[in-house]
């Protein structure tokens, strides 16, 4: 069973930019269709960003195109966002989570492995 554990979140201005990383641990990311997620406060948590198993393929979520990338280093079993211009509503825990599909997923019901979460807060 994988575990995941986010890091890289923090305060930062309107415009800035941050580097999340998720380093996996009992299982390889290689194998699994690694995703982001992020949860506003009072809000449902939703689907950010994914990279299909192989990498290969990558899905965003509509306000965050162009401007966030998701990467994966199987060396160091740790998959990155790369955040640019980063705007006050992007500010929620983002989440990092595992499906055992081998495609992009975009539904939270498909990743069976989810990491506790790292605090992005965006200043105006």
């Known amino acids: 069973q994988v575990q995941l554990v986010e890091s890289g979140g923090g305060l930062v201005q309107a415009g800035g930019s941050l580097r999340l990383s998720c380093a996996a641990s009992?299982?390889?990311?290689?194998?699994?269709?690694m995703g982001w997620f992020r949860q506003a406060p009072g809000k449902e948590r939703v689907f950010v960003a994914t990279?299909?198993?192989?990498?290969?393929?990558?899905l965003f979520e509509d306000s965050v195109r162009g401007r966030f990338t998701i990467s994966r280093d199987n060396a160091k079993n740790t998959v990155y966002l790369q955040m640019n211009r980063l705007k006050p509503e992007d500010t929620a825990v983002y989440y990092c989570?595992?499906?055992?599909?081998?495609?992009?997923?975009?539904?939270?019901?498909?990743?069976?492995?989810w990491g506790q979460g790292t605090q992005v807060t965006v200043s105006s």
């Open positions: 989570a595992a499906s055992g599909q081998p495609f992009v997923r975009r539904s939270s019901n498909d990743y069976a492995y």
């Open positions: 009992g299982g390889t990311i290689s194998t699994y269709s």
């Open positions: 990279s299909s198993r192989s990498g290969i393929s990558t």
